[in-house]
């Protein structure tokens, strides 16, 4: 997770390339992919664009020569402006790379308006329970001996021949490239950053037994009024939750019975 400077510089870029996101889509986003594999890859290169001792310009210069005739110019601009910003490492600005590529992905999915973006939540959110319904998926689908064609190909079949482009691209992104994460924590980011352009947060809900749509109905409203935002419910049933119920957001963690702990929880957040 990223702290002082490298928040803050992932914060500022995010805003500044906002309309190139908007504009550019699925399209910029492969672009943006796939200058974090030339950065994944030469280490030497990550160095030189966070390295405090060159200038903006000198950074500005080796995005130029790397990147200048072989990308957009919409994506040329995010890139210039992701190396002249400060990382506390150089891990960071690959990760922070990889966040506006999200985004760029998320914001076609926008143009349908707050239901393209919910769709695309449960996109992601599906394939990483569809995939954790099965050991043999699970073991296909990080099997670094498999092609990564056939990874690619297993992961589009489980998103459904419905899938969205933003969601095939994700999920492609997490199987090929998870950049030291198991491929359903890449996809689970992915799904934060959807949840974060909705304004939302993500629980994940952990049942001994399914609740139905109204149950699922208060459990998100109750949740969203204790902890003051929308929340998108990740459901996962497991008979062997004590309480009958575990939720965590972010780090907060509730475990036990529904209604006695959701009510405490509301009591203590007002006060």
Known sequence: MMTGASRDSLAAALQAAEPVLNEGGVALARELFGALDVMDEHGAVRRALTD??????RRHGLVDSLFGTRVT????????????????????LGDALEVVASHAAAAEAERGGHEGLAGLSRELLGFNRTADSSHEVQWALTDQQA???????????????????????LVERAVKAPR?????????????????????????VTVAKPLDETQQDRLAQGLSRAFGRELVL??????????GIRVQVGDDVIDAS??????????????
């Open 258 to 271: 529904m209604s006695s702990r959701l009510n405490d929880l509301q009591r203590r957040m007002a006060g």
């Open 234 to 243: 990740d459901m996962t049933v497991d008979p062997t939750v004590v309480g």
């Open 180 to 204: 030291g994460r198991k491929p359903f924590r890449a996809v689970r980011d992915c799904a934060d950053v959807v949840a974060d352009r909705q304004r939302q947060w993500i629980a994940d």
């Open 52 to 57: 405090p001792a060159w200038t903006t310009e």
């Open 147 to 169: 092609p990564a064609e056939a990874r690619v190909a297993l992961a589009h079949r489980l998103l459904g021949k419905d899938a969205t482009e933003p969601g095939k691209l």
């Open 73 to 92: 110019p919409g994506a040329l601009q995010v890139l210039k402006d992701l190396a002249g910003r400060r990382w506390s490492t150089e891990r960071d």
